[in-house]
């Protein structure tokens, strides 16, 4: 499917800047009609130009490199690979490639083509396919929790340990636990990349696609689930550990399961996609790709360093220091040596440093939860003290 201007018949987009459909040909906005060619066509074909498309396996929206038309695969977005949700791009290219000149343009071994337009231009919208995880669970510790009170005097150390008998039953519902379904999409990136807002998405829209490019699930749900229940199991274990160590009495520093469990009552997983712009630029055959995340415009990527630039200025360094040794010393051998120290270690610095735009938080996942308290009982057993004697005084 592509969607046609109405007015002028070119290519109508969503604009992440507008917020709606738009024309670049006439401008015109919220003009979009959708063409469908018969269902006879060659699905390898562009249905605009005839021009034979470069299909990978899971894309599911791409531009014609013929006609530049944005096509959308709709017999890939159907039945199981049909997106229940999608979160829309919010950040345009034009304020992407703003962040990237200011983070990268003004850095002093980087290529200068890194940040033309030429290069900026060919960036990608892409929008990588999830899974969402929705758990209703129960939460249960039966156990001993003890409250430790520790004091001393001139000779001892006092720990007086209060046991308590514990139990707790919580619901918690866990909603969108996000799991990325794209094999091409390093993990570690889309952690990188994090936070995203999970939450600012909207009911499946064909017309967000359109200037995109789209990808449906590399794997199922089941095969990817053990990554949701990871992130299940440790927010669980957050909000339990937050519940048995606060008693109403007194906060307990340990505690001793009989019982610990989290048992899951229902679940549900929704297919969604989420907005990532793809620059791939390539420097001396090799490629740097950069990630740039459709909500928050957070840059992800590694610049290539001007590797003939770094070993010029580092002679140059390295010849400055030489000379003022020798004037200063007047002995060459003290020359060669400051030579080598003060160009080694500015290469040093230079080459190895890759000049890096991401920042190492690790994905923080704060499962959006709901805590019912279905039980949460504390009852006192029994107290003693230790006595302890302190070692004795040095004078
Ligand atoms: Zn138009
Ligand atoms: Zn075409």
């Known amino acids: 499917m592509i969607y046609r201007c109405k007015n002028c018949g070119g290519n109508a987009v969503y604009s992440p800047e507008k917020g709606t459909m738009f024309c670049p040909s006439c401008e015109g906005t919220d003009c979009e009609e959708p063409y469908i060619p018969s269902e006879s066509a060659n699905l390898l074909l562009c249905p605009n130009c005839g021009g034979e498309l470069p299909l990978e396996k899971f894309t599911s929206a791409l531009k014609c490199p013929f006609c530049d038309n944005y096509l959308i695969l709709d017999e890939r977005l159907e039945g199981a690979y049909q997106p229940r949700m999608i979160a829309p791009f919010r950040v345009g290219m034009e304020e992407v490639k703003t962040k990237i000149r200011e983070r990268f343009g003004k850095m002093k071994f980087v290529p200068k083509d890194l940040v033309s337009d030429a290069k900026l231009d060919g960036m990608q919208g892409w929008y990588v396919p999830f899974w969402f995880y929705d758990y209703d669970t129960e939460l249960i510790f039966d156990g001993v929790c003890t409250h430790v009170k520790t004091w001393k005097d001139e000779k001892f150390e006092y720990a007086e340990r209060s046991d308590y008998d514990v139990h707790r039953n919580l619901g918690v519902n866990f909603r969108k636990l996000p799991v990325d379904a794209s094999d091409a999409m390093p993990d570690s990136t889309m952690d990188l990349l994090a936070p995203f807002h999970y939450d600012d998405t909207v009911a499946?829209?064909?017309?967000?696609?359109?200037?995109?490019?789209?990808?449906?699930?590399?794997?199922?749900?089941?095969?990817?689930?053990?990554?949701?229940?990871?992130?299940?199991?440790?927010?669980?274990?957050?909000?339990?550990?937050?519940?048995?160590?606060?008693?109403?009495?007194?906060?307990?520093?340990?505690?001793?399961?009989?019982?610990?469990?989290?048992?899951?009552?229902?679940?549900?997983?929704?297919?969604?996609?989420?907005?990532?712009?793809?620059?791939?630029?390539?420097?001396?055959?090799?490629?740097?790709?950069?990630?740039?995340?459709?909500?928050?415009?957070?840059?992800?990527?590694?610049?290539?360093?001007?590797?003939?630039?770094?070993?010029?200025?580092?002679?140059?360094?390295?010849?400055?220091?030489?000379?003022?040794?020798?004037?200063?010393?007047?002995?060459?051998?003290?020359?060669?040596i400051g030579f080598f120290i003060a160009g080694g270690i500015f290469a040093g610095t230079n080459l190895r440093q890759r000049m890096s735009g991401n920042t190492t938080t690790a994905m923080t996942y704060v499962a959006d939860s709901s805590v019912k308290v279905n039980l949460s009982s504390d009852r006192f057993i029994t107290k003693r003290l230790d006595k302890k004697p302190l070692p004795p005084k040095q004078n």
């Open 204 to 336: 499946y829209d064909s017309r967000l696609l359109s200037g995109f490019y789209a990808e449906q699930y590399n794997q199922s749900s089941t095969a990817l689930e053990e990554r949701a229940k990871k992130l299940m199991e440790s927010s669980a274990n957050t909000i339990l550990n937050d519940s048995i160590s606060k008693g109403p009495e007194c906060n307990y520093q340990e505690n001793n399961a009989v019982n610990r469990r989290t048992d899951v009552k229902s679940r549900d997983v929704q297919f969604g996609l989420m907005p990532v712009w793809k620059y791939d630029y390539i420097y001396h055959d090799q490629h740097y790709p950069f990630y740039i995340n459709g909500q928050t415009g957070k840059i992800v990527g590694d610049t290539p360093v001007d590797k003939t630039k770094v070993l010029l200025c580092s002679a140059l360094a390295g010849i400055v220091l030489a000379l003022i040794l020798y004037f200063a010393m007047n002995s060459i051998p003290a020359a060669i």
